[in-house]
C-alpha cells in the first residue's frame, strides 16, 4: 500500500470519526426532553447510519478500483465526502423546521 493511499484512509477514518463525535456532541447538546422526541431519536439513528454506510461504501468502490492506483482513492473520499456533507445540510434543514 503505498504512503499517499494510507493517508487517505486515516483521513477518511478522521472524517467518519469527527462526523459521529460531532452527531454525538449534537445529541448530549439536547435538554431531555427533546431526546424523549420519536423525530430526534429518529434523526440521530438515521444521521449514525448514514455515516457508517458512506464509509462502507468508499471501502466497497475501494475494493473495486484498487488496481488504479490513488487517484481512485481521492475520488472515493470526494464522493464520501458530498454524501456526509449533503446530509449534514439535510439534518440542519430538519432542525431548522422543527423549531
Avoid: F
Avoid at 20 to 44: C, G, H
Avoid at 65 to 70: E, M, Y
Avoid at 73 to 78: L, R
Amino acid at each position: 500500500m503505498r504512503l499517499t493511499s494510507r493517508a487517505c484512509l486515516v483521513g477518511r477514518y478522521s472524517r467518519a470519526i469527527t462526523a459521529i463525535k460531532d452527531l454525538l456532541t449534537a445529541w448530549d447538546s439536547m435538554s431531555y426532553v427533546q431526546k424523549a422526541s420519536p423525530t430526534e431519536m429518529a434523526r440521530l439513528v438515521l444521521a449514525g447510519e448514514a455515516i457508517i454506510n458512506n464509509e462502507r461504501s468508499a471501502w466497497q468502490r475501494t475494493g473495486v478500483w484498487k488496481d488504479t492506483g490513488v487517484e481512485a482513492e481521492e475520488q472515493v473520499q470526494k464522493d464520501a465526502d458530498r454524501k456526509i456533507n449533503s446530509n449534514k445540510d439535510r439534518h440542519t434543514a430538519i432542525s431548522i423546521l422543527q423549531e
